[in-house]
């Protein structure tokens, strides 16, 4: 498998001498927040979090996305936390895009390095440290689990990208390929966390208008994007937030491959009553 890069922000401010616009777009069907508005002085704390700020991403918008939250989280040396989710209803999923991340889940110890991944279940005891000598970086997805009478909550797991053969889709000749962290046939689960990966010239050949919402941030690569009813530029450190049936499709120019850390919410009924849904209280 080829080796992989991913791309990290790293904060700081423009020159003064800067073009003060962008390509930053908010819509009531999409969001694109450029790699550029990453900046010191939009990162957030959270308390119980030493040596530690984050990008928030999106995060649940009554109206808009309303299932899930993304941070990129960036970790000093000597940095993290024992106390890091304060959620016992939330579950989540890791994505190391820089450095190394110490992550001990339920007493055991694991090390995840650049495309590392972590499961994390909902009510589960588990801690994060920085014991290197630079930052780490990683994605951090968490979404209110929306747990269902006879079936079983998932169980953690941690794996890495490079050891995850990408599935081709059907009737692409390799274009268009997925890195499935979790089985989709899995009820256990009600959100996918996945990679995708287009070649140079691949697409997705059709708007693609769909119940699930999305968070794509591209890792590697550049593509432009249709959504809605517009054609925007990505490229690397890019994100993409997607409401339900926000049209989209895509075409990878190249010269490299396009890829980005896809998020979508998945096997489980349409909440009628989104609210009491979402806080587990309806079976």
């Not at 508005?37 to 030493?50: G, K, Q």
């Not at 899995?186 to 010239?201: A, E, K, L, S, W």
Request: charged share 20%; with cysteine.
């Amino acid at each position: 498998m080829p080796q992989r890069s991913y791309y990290a922000p790293k904060g700081g401010l423009p020159p003064q001498t800067q073009l003060l616009s962008d390509r930053a777009v908010f819509t009531e069907a999409y969001a694109i927040i450029p790699k550029g508005v990453l900046r010191d002085i939009v990162a957030s704390y959270l308390p119980f979090w030493e040596k530690t700020r984050l990008w928030v991403l999106s995060r649940p918008m009554t109206g808009f996305s309303e299932t899930f939250s993304q941070y990129i989280m960036e970790i000093a040396p000597g940095g993290g936390s024992e106390r890091p989710e304060l959620d016992p209803g939330a579950e989540g999923v890791l994505f190391v895009v820089e450095g190394e991340l110490t992550l001990t889940i339920a007493g055991e110890t694991h090390r995840l390095m650049p495309g590392g991944y972590a499961f994390i279940p909902p009510a589960s005891d588990w801690q994060v440290r920085n014991d290197a000598s630079s930052e780490v970086r990683f994605h951090w997805i968490r979404k209110a689990y929306e747990a269902v009478e006879g079936i079983d909550p998932p169980t953690a797991f941690v794996t890495n990208e490079q050891d995850i053969e990408p599935t081709p889709m059907p009737d692409t000749d390799g274009n268009w390929a997925t890195t499935r962290f979790v089985d989709p046939s899995d009820m256990r689960h009600d959100m996918h966390v996945n990679i995708v990966t287009f070649q140079p010239g691949g697409v997705i050949p059709f708007d693609e208008t769909h119940v699930m919402e999305h968070g794509l941030y591209v890792l590697e690569g550049k593509a432009v994007y249709h959504l809605n009813q517009d054609w925007v530029e990505v490229e690397a450190g890019d994100y993409m937030w997607l409401r339900a049936f926000c049209p989209q499709a895509c075409y990878a120019g190249g010269p490299g491959p396009f890829r980005y850390l896809l998020y979508k919410d998945v096997n489980r009924h349409m909440a009628l009553n989104a609210s009491a849904a979402y806080r587990g209280l309806t079976r």
